[in-house]
C-alpha cells in the first residue's frame, strides 16, 4: 500500500519561499497525478495544483498560477511543492495526494486528464509570520 | 470555476440515525465527484468516488447517489466513528473544487 512522506514543518517570513516534498513509500507515481491541496486553519480544502509525472503535464489553479510550481522526480518518487511571496493567508496545512487519472478525448483530439484523490500524506503545516 | 455547495454546514445525530448530505454543483458534473470524510488534525480520506463507486476498505454502511449537479451522501447507521467533516469535491473540470464540508456531531 503506497504511503505519501511529506516534509516537516516549516515557518517562513512574509515575502519568501517554501518548497514542500512527498515521496511516494511502498509504491511508485506510475500512471497517476500527484496533487497538491491546502487547507486554511478551520477551512476547506483547497486544490493548489497537480502534476503527472508520466507526462510531465501540470494545472495549476488560477489563483496560485502566478507564485506555485510542481515538479517531480520520477527517479526517486518524489512530488515538490514550490511557493513563492509568501503571506499570512499562506498559513495552512499543505496535503499532497495521489490522483487516479480519468482520461477525456475532446472533439478536437485533445486529451485531458482530471482525477479524485485517493491516497493523502500526513499534510505540512506552513506558518508564515513576520 | 465550478462551486460546489454542501448542505447542511453542520448537523446533530445520534448513534444509528440515518444522515444524508446533500452536494450541488453550479454547473453539470456528469458522475465525477468525490466524496472525502476528514476529522480533526487528519487528512482527507476518500470514500466515495465517481458518484457512487465506494473506495476499498470504505464500510458498506456509506454510499452515493446522483449526477449532473445535485448529489447525495448517505450513511445508512451512523456509528461512533462517522462523527467527522465530509467534503464532495468535483473532478469534471479545472479548477477542482471542492465544497464547504458538513460537519456531523454527535446529539
Known amino acids: 500500500q503506497v504511503q505519501l512522506l511529506q516534509s516537516g514543518a516549516e515557518f517562513k517570513k512574509p515575502g519568501s519561499s517554501v518548497k514542500v516534498s512527498c515521496k511516494a513509500s511502498g509504491g511508485t507515481f506510475d500512471s497517476y497525478a500527484l496533487t497538491w491541496v491546502r487547507q486554511a486553519p478551520g477551512q476547506g480544502p483547497e486544490w493548489m495544483g497537480g502534476?503527472?509525472?508520466?507526462?510531465?503535464?501540470?494545472n495549476y489553479a488560477q489563483k496560485f498560477q502566478d507564485r506555485v510550481t510542481i515538479t517531480a522526480d520520477e527517479s526517486s518518487d518524489t512530488a515538490y511543492m514550490d511557493l513563492t511571496s509568501l503571506r499570512s493567508e499562506d498559513t495552512a496545512v499543505y496535503y499532497c495526494a495521489r490522483g487516479p487519472l480519468r482520461k477525456v478525448i475532446r472533439p478536437t483530439m485533445t486529451i485531458d486528464y482530471f482525477y479524485y484523490m485517493d491516497v493523502w500524506g500526513r499534510g505540512t503545516t506552513v506558518t508564515v509570520s513576520s | 470555476d465550478i462551486q460546489m455547495t454542501q448542505s447542511p454546514s453542520s448537523l446533530s445525530a445520534s448513534v444509528g440515525d440515518r444522515v444524508t448530505i446533500t452536494c450541488r454543483a453550479s454547473?453539470?458534473?456528469?458522475?465525477?465527484l468525490a466524496w472525502y470524510q476528514q476529522k480533526p488534525e487528519e487528512g482527507p480520506r476518500l470514500l466515495i468516488y465517481a458518484t457512487s463507486t465506494l473506495q476499498s476498505g470504505v464500510p458498506s454502511r456509506f454510499s452515493g447517489s446522483g449526477s449532473g449537479t445535485d448529489f447525495t451522501l448517505t450513511i445508512s447507521s451512523l456509528q461512533p466513528e462517522d462523527f467527522a467533516t465530509y467534503y464532495c469535491?468535483?473532478?469534471?473540470?479545472?479548477?477542482?473544487?471542492f465544497g464547504g464540508g458538513t460537519k456531523v456531531e454527535i446529539k
Open positions: 454547473q453539470g458534473i456528469s458522475k465525477w
Open positions: 469535491q468535483q473532478y469534471s473540470t479545472y479548477p477542482l473544487t
Open positions: 502534476i503527472i509525472p508520466i507526462f510531465g503535464t501540470t
